[in-house]
């Protein structure tokens, strides 16, 4: 999978050499570094992205998940709620926040999350599982069922 990222790379930074301004370039290239472990380039990336199109839910979804990744969980909540400001609606976005959320131990707001995402999308098998871990922390037994 590594070789498919570095691969995505270098088609990327010919596509960057044409367009250096194309946020959505920058985004899809700060989030191949983030899976390659760049985490410097990848904000480098994400950051010029958010300055050029401060509106893009899709950059602020993706920095959330590189903050994530290095475990600041707060940080990437904060992305997380700017995308949710953009997109209300966006199941990924909700179950990601949910999910950080219950990392910070934040359960009310997790499950609020989550069955948003329920309402959405209910055969998703990852929210089910996590709003199920949810309630079993909340001593919802038969709600975790």
Request: charged share 35%.
């Amino acid at each position: 999978m590594l070789k498919g990222y570095e691969g995505a790379l270098k088609d990327l930074d010919k596509v960057h050499v044409f367009d250096p301004n194309s946020p959505f370039t920058l985004t899809i290239r700060g989030d191949v570094k983030g899976a390659l472990k760049d985490y410097e380039g990848a904000f480098e990336d994400l950051d010029k992205a958010n300055v050029l199109d401060p509106n893009n839910a899709f950059n602020f979804i993706i920095r959330g998940d590189v903050k994530k990744m290095l475990k600041d969980y707060e940080k990437a909540l904060e992305d997380l709620d700017k995308t949710h400001v953009l997109n209300p609606n966006n199941a990924f976005t909700l179950t990601t926040r949910g999910e950080a959320k219950r990392i910070l131990e934040d359960y009310e707001g997790a499950l609020e999350d989550l069955d948003k995402v329920h309402v959405l999308d209910p055969n998703n098998a990852f929210t089910l599982t996590t709003r199920g871990n949810v309630k079993k922390v909340l001593k919802d037994y038969e709600g975790a069922l």
